[in-house]
T-cell receptor
Framework: ETGVTQSPTHLIKTRGQQVTLRCSSQ?????VSWYQQALGQGPQFIFQ???????GRGNFPPRFSGLQFPNYSSELNVNALELDDSALYLC?????????????FGQGTRLTVV | AQKVTQAQTEISVVEKEDVTLDCVYE???????LFWYKQPPSGELVFLIR??????QNEISGRYSWNFQKSTSSFNFTITASQVVDSAVYFC????????FGAGTTVTVRA
């Protein structure tokens, strides 16, 4: 097991609602990244947090936002949900220290928007 | 821009056959990392290997082996003597500050 846990594992929301997904990082890791994986596709980078600051963002609209807490856990918030937001959301916990780059993923949250 | 191409969408083999998954990448960086992940039906991405751009040695781990060729920008993955438990989607990814994934290759191993 990676030590990265995500909650909840499954979620059903109605279009227009808001959702918060949570991720606890692996001990010793200071960076958390979020990815969206639509059915049949590879994961797409949403954004990354390092020491509680966003330090990189993919091609996602502002209604996708996040937080990182002092214990390095993180939240992903999505406002005004759309049907296309239905996907598996993956959190990656990383240690980006030169040659010791590693990234471990949680089990994901499967979001269904109806 | 970072780009990873996994040209094989699906591969189906009979148990004990060898399987090779192709991965071709594009980057302008001179220092980068390449990863392979396995995604079983449960959904979690399982880390298999990390290789940095300065280390072109091939690596073997049990039935898994990886062939990194910088000259052709390829990082191929071979499963030797495949087993049913190897059935999964396999992703190749390129890392700068984030992971850029290929589209994945679905491997089905039949008993």
């Amino acid at each position: 097991e990676t030590g990265v846990t995500q909650s909840p594992t499954h979620l059903i929301k109605t279009r227009g609602q808001q959702v918060t997904l949570r991720c606890s990082s692996q001990s010793g890791h200071n960076t958390v990244s979020w990815y969206q994986q639509a059915l049949g596709q590879g994961p797409q980078f949403i954004f990354q947090y390092y020491r509680e600051e966003e330090n990189g963002r993919g091609n996602f609209p502002p209604r996708f936002s996040g937080l990182q807490f002092p214990n390095y856990s993180s939240e992903l918030n999505v406002n005004a949900l759309e049907l296309d937001d239905s996907a598996l959301y993956l959190c990656a916990s990383s240690s980006l220290t030169g040659t010791n780059t590693e990234a471990f993923f949680g089990q994901g949250t499967r979001l269904t928007v109806v | 821009a970072q780009k990873v191409t996994q040209a094989q969408t699906e591969i189906s083999v009979v148990e004990k056959e060898d399987v090779t998954l192709d991965c071709v990448y594009e980057t302008r960086d001179t220092t980068y990392y390449l990863f392979w992940y396995k995604q079983p039906p449960s959904g979690e991405l399982v880390f298999l290997i990390r290789r940095n751009s300065f280390d072109e040695q091939n690596e073997i781990s049990g039935r898994y082996s990886w062939n990194f060729q910088k000259s052709t920008s390829s990082f191929n993955f071979t499963i030797t003597a495949s087993q049913v438990v190897d059935s999964a989607v396999y992703f190749c990814a390129l890392f700068d500050y984030k992971l850029s994934f290929g589209a994945g290759t679905t491997v089905t191993v039949r008993a």
